[in-house]
């Protein structure tokens, strides 16, 4: 079963770090994905803001999942390289939507993008991922 059906089956359930952070997918399918994260107070850094890895990660989620939308079962991906741009910080609390699409697929590597926003301010965007991923011959582990 391909990630992309296991998650319509299961949900967050399908993939354990979606568990631990609570992220919930919203939509995935033809090279686009969006997931979505209430921020917890287990999240900040010491001066109260959320963690920049947390954007990231979020972030670098919703791309993964848009990719897998559109390789074929038997291929797997791997993050290459990937630049984040934070724009403004939350606290505790704030409702979080990432929304990522595929830019270009290659032979081996395909890029993609996605942005980090406020789930009732998509307007307000508060990271943006670039990233390659290198497609594998393999698909889950």
């Given at each position: 079963?391909?990630?992309?059906?296991?998650?319509?089956?299961?949900?967050k359930?399908?993939?354990?770090f979606f568990c631990?952070?609570?992220i919930?997918?919203?939509?995935?399918?033809?090279?686009k994905a969006?997931?979505?994260?209430?921020?917890?107070?287990?999240?900040?850094?010491?001066?109260g803001w959320?963690q920049?890895?947390v954007?990231?990660?979020?972030?670098?989620e919703?791309?993964a999942l848009?990719i897998?939308?559109i390789i074929?079962?038997?291929?797997?991906?791997?993050?290459?390289s990937?630049t984040?741009?934070?724009?403004?910080?939350?606290?505790?609390?704030?409702?979080?939507?990432?929304?990522?699409?595929v830019?270009?697929?290659?032979h081996k590597?395909?890029?993609?993008?996605?942005v980090?926003?406020?789930?009732?301010?998509?307007?307000?965007i508060?990271a943006k991922?670039s990233a390659?991923?290198?497609?594998?011959?393999c698909?889950?582990?």
């Amino acid at each position: 079963m391909s990630y992309p059906e296991e998650m319509r089956k299961k949900g967050k359930d399908a993939n354990p770090f979606f568990c631990l952070m609570g992220i919930e997918p919203v939509y995935f399918g033809d090279g686009k994905a969006a997931l979505s994260m209430t921020t917890r107070p287990d999240m900040l850094n010491g001066v109260g803001w959320l963690q920049g890895g947390v954007y990231f990660a979020l972030i670098d989620e919703s791309m993964a999942l848009a990719i897998c939308t559109i390789i074929d079962d038997d291929q797997g991906i791997a993050t290459i390289s990937a630049t984040t741009d934070y724009y403004k910080g939350v606290g505790a609390g704030a409702e979080l939507v990432a929304e990522a699409h595929v830019v270009k697929r290659g032979h081996k590597i395909i890029f993609a993008e996605g942005v980090a926003h406020l789930k009732d301010s998509p307007e307000t965007i508060l990271a943006k991922t670039s990233a390659s991923f290198l497609i594998t011959g393999c698909g889950k582990k």
